[in-house]
Structure formats: C-alpha cells, structure tokens
C-alpha cells in the first residue's frame, strides 16, 4: 500500500498549504491550530457579562468589521492568522452561554467532551448516508438510536435517524405521517403529490411549537391545514378537545397527525401523552411527540416519570443541543418501527445500487432528506459514555432545581408575577408595573435594555394570562441550562430583573411627564 | 457582574463533572480532551487501506461492539475513556479520505483550519436564529454570503442562508420557487397548500441530482412534477429542448423552476447556464442552479470560466463540503435577492416579536427551515481567510490535474475505457471483458473487491453509453479530492482496479467453467 511519501510530494504541480485534519497526524495539527484559538480568546477582551453592551445594529457592525470588505481576499493570511481573527470576533461580540446570566433560549453551553468528540468526527468526515463514506460513523449513529429509543421506551422494532434540528425532526416526522395517511387513502403522494389528498388536517395543542406550522407550509399543506386544540389551566392539551375534534371531522378530511408537546419551549408543558395515545389509537391517526426540550428529562430518575406516555408515540423529536449539552446540532427523529420510513426509500446508482445493497453496503440514505450527512451522534454517544444516565441526571436536576429557586424567589418578590408553575427547567414571570396598561412595555423594555446593557441575557414569550380569549401579553423567561450556575447567580439575575423594571419604570415615568408637559 | 465563584460552586445541590467547552478555560478543556482522543488515534491500528478490510456487515458489527450494549449506561466511563473509545472506533473501523486511494465520493478530506474553527464554533454554540443567540456568528454568516455571492457574480441585492447541505439547499431554492410560481397564479402556498396550484412542473436534466426529486415530494408536488429535459453529448441540458417543453406547456400546468446543473455529481457537467438563463427569462421561470460540486471551480482562475452565467440564477446551490476542503455540513443557498425568502418569514413571540426587531434585535430565522442552527459559517470564513482564492484554487487545480492525469492513464490501457471527458475531478471510466455482456457484473464486483479488501476506495455510477434510450451501464469513477495525493498514487490507484479487474475476470471464468461443468 502506498502512502503519499515526501518524494511523491515533490511532484511538479504539488501544492498543499496546510494540514488535511482526518491524517494520520492530522489531529496534531488540529490541536495546534485550535491553541492559537485558545490564545487568542485569552488575550480578547471578554463582555463582562453575557452578551456585548450596545445597540444590536452597532454590535453587528463590530463584530463583522475585522473580517473585511466582503470580497473574498486574493491571498490568505494563514491558519493561524484566520483563527486568532475569529477567536477573538466570537469570543468579544459574541454570546457567553456559560455566563451564569445567559438565560435566553434552549441553547446549553456545551460540554467540552461533547465538542471534543464533534471535533473529532470533522477530522474524519465521515458521512452516514453510503457504507464506503464511512462505516464507523453509522454504526455510531444505529447505536445512539437504539440507546434513545430504548430510553423512550420504545419497542424492539424502533428505529430513527439523525437531523439537523427540531424543526426538521417535526418536518420529517410530519412527512412520513402525511404520506402514511395518505397512502390509507390511495394516494401515492411521493409520486403524484398531495392535490388529490382530501382536506389535510394537523391536530396539535394552540401552544404548538411554530415550526409544525412552517412544516405544514413546506410540505405543501399550509399552514391553515393545523388546527388548534385548547389547553387546560397548565397548558397541556384537552384530550376530550381532541377526541370531539377528531370525531366531528367529516369524510372529505385526512387527519394526518396528532403533535404532542413534550416539554414545551416556553413552559416545558407536557401533554398527557397516555390520554392523547388512547385518542389517536382509537381514530388510527399517527401520534407525533414533539420532545425536543423534554426528552432530556428522560436523564433524571426524579423528572422521568412526567414523561410517561412517550413510549407509545409512532414519531418522537428529540434534540440533545437542548437538555443534553451538545453543542447544535444533535436531533433524532424516532420512530415506533422502520417501515415509516419507507416514503424516504431511494436507490441511486452512485450510492446504494440494488446489488451493492444486497451484499450488505449499506448506509442511512433512505432515511433522511439529506445525503451527505456529518456524524453528529459521535458527539451524543461520547456524552453518553462519559457521563451516563447518572450523570446527565444530575445536570437536568441541578437546572430543575435552578428553576424551582427562581420560582420561589419570584414568587416571593412583590414587584414580580409567576406566570406559570415550573415543569422543567423554564420559569415564566413578569414584571408589575403601577399601569398595568404598560406592563407589556415595560417587559419588552426591560429585556432589552439588560440585553443592551450587555448585563444579563433574560427570554421573552407572549401568553394569555387570564384562559381562553383573554389577550397574548408579554411576560420574561428564564431559560436555566447552565449546571455551573448557582442559586446565588438565579438571585442576581432576579436582582437584575429588578433593577431593570425600575430603571424603566422611571424612564416611563420621564417620558410621560414630558408628553403631558408638551 | 458576578462570576460563578469556588464559593459558589460549594451551593447544596451543586453537580458539575465535567467542564463546558464555552467557559474562558473551556477551549482548554476541549483541546485537553482532544489530545486523548489524538494519543487513542496514534495507538490504534489503522487499517491499511483507505477503509477497513472485510465484508461490511463484519465491519459494522466491529465497528459497533466497542460501544458496548444498546442501553444507557447507568454511570459513565468519564470523557478520557469515552473519547479513546470513540476514536478508537473511528479510526479502526473508519474510512480515511487522506489516503490516496479514496477516490469515491464528493467528500474531501477537510482542512485541519476548519476543522479547529468548527470546533471553536462549537464550544461556543451560538445559533443565528435570533440576534441574542449569537451576534457574532449571524456577522460571520452574513460575510460568508455576501463574500459568495460576489464570487459568484450575483448583484449587490443577493442574499443567501446556509444549510445542511446540499439536498437541503435544492430542496429550499424550490420551495422559495415554488411559493413564488403560487402566488403569480393568486395562490398562498403558504397558508393554503399546493392543492389549488394547476399542475406543477419543475424541469431540469435527465441527468440532475436525484435530491431535486426528492425535494418535489418532499413538497407535496411529487416527483412525477419533474420534467427531464435531454442532454447533449457533454451531457449538459439541451436549451432548445428546454424551450420547446416550456413553449407547450398548456396553461393548465405551472413551471416552478428550471434547475441547472454546475458540476453533475458524476461527470462535472455543467450545463450551458448563459443559454439557459434565456429561455428562463423568456418564460419568466426561476432559474436554480445546482453548483453544489461545481461553485468551488470558482476558486480556481483556470476553471471559473466554466461558470459563466452562475450570475443569471434566481437561486444557486453551494457546498464547500465539496470543492472546498470542509468539513460537512458547508451548504448554502445563495439567491439574487432578498425578497427570495418572504415564503420563510415568521414572526415568533418567544424568538423576533415585532418590537424587538425594530429596536435592531434580528437574526436570521427568516431564511431557514430550521430554528436553532449551528455556526457553519465559522469554518468557512477561517478557511477563505487563511487561504484566500489563490491557496483555494491551488487546491482546486491541484485536483484537477490529478483527474486529467488520471484521465490520461485510463485512456491509454486498453483494458479500460474512458466515459467521458474530464471537467473538473472526477473521472467515470469502465473496465472492458471479453465478455460485454459481464462488463457489469465485473466492473460491480471489482469495486467491491476494491472495498472488501480495503485496498482502495472507488466510485461507481450508471450511464448510457450510446446516447439517449441505450441502456445504463455500470461504470467507475474516480472522484479526486485529495490535494495532498500525487500523479503516482493516481496511477497506483489505476493499477488497483486494473488488478482486481483481472482477478473478477478469473473468478468469473471459474464460476464460467464450473457451471459448465455442472
């Protein structure tokens, strides 16, 4: 076997200017280029808090002049060069997820084991749709799969796949449910599409994450084809609102899915799954699990129990870049067996030719809307490893528990409102105001001006507080994904909440009195 | 602003095994780790050959079995364990794209700075969905596109996303069609579906990229809406055919897009785009343009004039997993302009409420399908920063010349016949047998034989050979992106499948006189 020699290098028409990752000292390299990284986010000026202070516009700006006119340069200014400059772009104008005030979105500061390994899955590239482009990589994958669904309770016959989100899990999932329902109906939609599928319709709580919506626009049903089912006083869906739904749906509709929330992104609500299964069982309709942020709780021996039910899903969203610590993206799409699928079966000759396949190359074409397709699960599988269903555990309990203080303590402070009781690591509130016809003002303000003050970094949501057609208003949200936080951080950030809404609140006042003046 | 302190961190209920990547020592950390994952990767037995040897079911099984049962292990190994583990699993059981002879798909061995500017990505975990998720990765992004679509010759009012790849990027540029075609016939894709839109067609080469009939049913269109357009003997769509398709079509049918092809996965073709964009302006049809494989040609001064006319489309497809030495997923989707992405505009009360986005406070969410999504652009700024266009093309032209060369070579064996000329770095040739009616079966087997004695990585496709209704005949191909292999690798290479093509011819015989014989 030959291997590429020094001599073979000096080949007229040779020209190689850095290191290929995947070689045998290819990751020598890799670990070298990422020290110049790791001296240059030491020497950068970190924001003290979570996030730069200043005007979004401005903070844009800042962050994207080092790199140059947007011409690409004629002549590169090394690795090295390239790294220290985006080191330091990331690091001083952009977000510190690990700042004990980050609390915004579902998005984890990473742990290092999980980067490491994703790190080290870029090296190799390795992609898992044919056998020959990488068979590591997909025996990985069919192992984090099967570790998954067995943790969800699923059957033998399970199976699933990787993507690249939670959103494109509920596409997918909602794609093989569409073209299961129709097929029931004769219809051929991977063939001849979805015009002669009679009135489509999504059932799904109103507090549905949106991308159900988007998914129904792209899958050619719009977005009309949802329809909302009410939720009871802690925002779960009415079984009895779907089951009188469901009956009343006339011959000339298709219901194609049911999708059920499993931890819902502002409340971490979780639908009554065995009560929503009895439903769609009884109607035969696919029962969709959206469980990206809720999966996780599966980790916790204390929080697993709310999600029972999840086992007798026919689909299930799971994203670990949520309650799991990777680094984005890590989502599964799961499914109760793999013949669902079958609308995603290809053969192409260049991958997955008839006889290649029945000699046993075989990779994951036909399960994915993707074709080259990274390794995420080597990510998930070293996290796994590492730190098993103990470990991870306790990072959920530990943000359980961060959230349950956070609760309290908002609970407890006069000038602010609980909006709903925590479920899992998410606590929706709100500032009180003397007006209460500023209140949504003087929320949305007071975020903004933490953010912009680069002080701490607070979610945002609408919701009705007061039951059904009662107005959306504005409320604030702690999003706790950061297990190296403690409560005495949850309580500065409360502090700052406060502040804020006060420093607002005299702005207000100021504003007010300058418009009667005038 | 307070920091998590040791004092803190003593709090009851405080948990904390491992560190986070994003931390101000975090990228220590994940260098620390990867340094494990580096020593486990020099102590494994590395297969010879550019994938490991052995029936791949054995393979996948070895593959898997380090891993240990498919069940999550109650407490874990630590990140040290499981990160050798994995890199053990990787290297032993995994395809190696810096060996010379891995030759078989469009997935290039990535470069050692993006692979570490990924990684600098990771730890961080920004999203560019929302401005608060990532200001500095949404800036890096938005220079990424603005710098590609000046290569590729778009206007000042080009816009563009990047996705998970390829598929993806094609599937987006027709939904973004799609809505458009909709909404010229007074249709709201968006909120009504497809149903009501008069007989969708999407035409493109009968030689386009199986991921366009893929998308066609992922959009509920079906894919029987794609209409194949013939090629000419370079294998590039044949505009006057284009016309007179799009001249008959009756107005009881819709035509969505044309999609173009730069750089067919198999042969390089690229069709005549100039020619092209005439008809699709005569009939006021989108013109998309896969250039997944073929943008990177745009690196190399010596190629790019191939591309002429990439600046007419409506949408282009971009892979810098390709032709751009990255590790996947680099995709994007480049479009003429803005206004391209109004099907994708949403307006979320948790993510960009009305209010903040006029204070300045915008992500990107309205160009995608996907919600959190990884900075992708990282690596890819790194990589066009460090080398610039001339270290990029050198790479490109590098490559090319070894598919010229190998060319060459093919050309003069007479056991082997050369398909069709080269165009950028792949080369599809056949290996000739007595017996014409094997040459199938032996140019199958050979590959495989390739493969299962993990010799050498090839790659295979069908095509006719005798122009348009002659039957798809089984051929090879060399698909050349590693920079780093020599002139002589490509004929060692060319030697390989020369020697397991007379060893098939001699089994084939065998088997010939043994059936014979029985």
Not at 82 to 105: C, F, Y
Not at 461 to 469: F, I
Request: include cysteine; glycine fraction near 10%; charged fraction near 20%.
């Amino acid at each position: 076997m030959i291997r590429t020699s020094d001599a073979a290098r000096r080949t007229p028409g040779y020209y190689f200017p850095t290191p290929l990752a995947g070689a045998p000292d290819g990751l020598a390299a890799v670990c070298a280029a990422l020290g110049h990284a790791l001296g240059a986010t030491r020497a950068a000026r970190r924001p003290e808090g979570p996030l730069p202070a200043g005007d979004p516009t401005a903070v844009l700006a800042a962050a994207g002049a080092p790199l140059g006119p947007a011409q690409l340069p004629t002549e590169g200014i090394g690795p090295e060069g390239a790294l220290r400059l985006l080191a330091r772009v990331l690091v001083e104008h952009g977000v510190d997820l690990t700042h004990p005030h980050a609390a915004a979105h579902l998005q984890p500061p990473p742990l290092a084991v999980a980067v490491a390994a994703d790190a080290l899955a870029d090296a190799g590239n390795a992609s898992v749709d044919t056998y020959d482009s990488g068979p590591s990589a997909i025996a990985v994958e069919r192992w984090v799969v099967d570790v998954l669904a067995r943790l969800a309770g699923l059957g033998p016959a399970a199976d699933g796949v990787l993507t690249p989100g939670g959103s494109l899990s509920n596409l997918l999932g909602l794609l093989l449910a569409r073209d299961a329902a129709a097929a029931r109906r004769g219809v051929d939609a991977r063939r001849h599409g979805i015009a002669a599928l009679p009135g489509p319709v999504v059932l799904c709580s109103e507090l549905v994450h949106f991308s159900v919506h988007r998914a129904c626009a792209a899958l050619g049903l719009g977005e009309f084809a949802v329809r909302a089912i009410p939720v009871d006083g802690r925002r779960r869906m009415r079984p009895e609102a779907l089951a009188g739904v469901l009956r009343n749906l006339g011959p000339e509709r298709t219901p194609l899915a049911v999708v059920a929330t499993a931890g819902n992104t502002d409340f971490g609500a979780i639908d009554p799954l065995p009560q929503l299964a009895e439903v769609t069982r009884e109607h035969g309709v696919w029962l969709h699990v959206d469980a990206a942020y809720g999966f996780g709780a599966l980790f916790s021996e204390h929080l697993a129990p709310r999600l029972a039910g999840l086992e007798l899903a026919d689909s299930i969203t799971v994203d670990l870049h949520k309650l799991g610590w990777q680094p984005a993206a890590a989502s599964v799409l799961l499914t109760a067996g793999a013949a669902a699928f079958a609308p995603l079966g290809r053969e192409v000759a260049y991958l997955n030719p008839a006889d290649d396949t029945d000699a046993g190359y075989e990779g994951l074409l036909g399960r994915s809307l993707q074709t080259t397709r990274r390794a995420d699960a080597v990510k998930i599988a070293a996290t796994l490893l590492a730190h098993g269903r103990r470990g991870l555990g306790r990072l959920v309990d530990t943000c359980h528990g961060l959230a349950t203080h956070a609760q309290q303590r908002i609970a407890a402070e006069p000038e602010l409102e609980l909006v709903c009781p925590v479920e899992l690591t998410t606590v929706v509130f709100r500032y009180r105001t003397p007006y209460p016809a500023m209140d949504d003002e003087v929320n949305a303000r007071l975020r903004r001006r933490l953010a912009e003050s680069g002080r701490a970094l607070v979610g945002r949501t609408a919701t009705r507080l007061a039951g059904p057609g009662s107005p959306r208003r504005v409320c604030l949200k702690f999003t706790l994904l950061n297990p190296a936080a403690t409560q005495r951080d949850v309580d500065a950030l409360v502090d700052a909440v406060l502040d804020a809404g006060r420093e607002c609140l005299t702005e207000l006042d100021r504003e007010l009195d300058e418009e009667g003046a005038a």
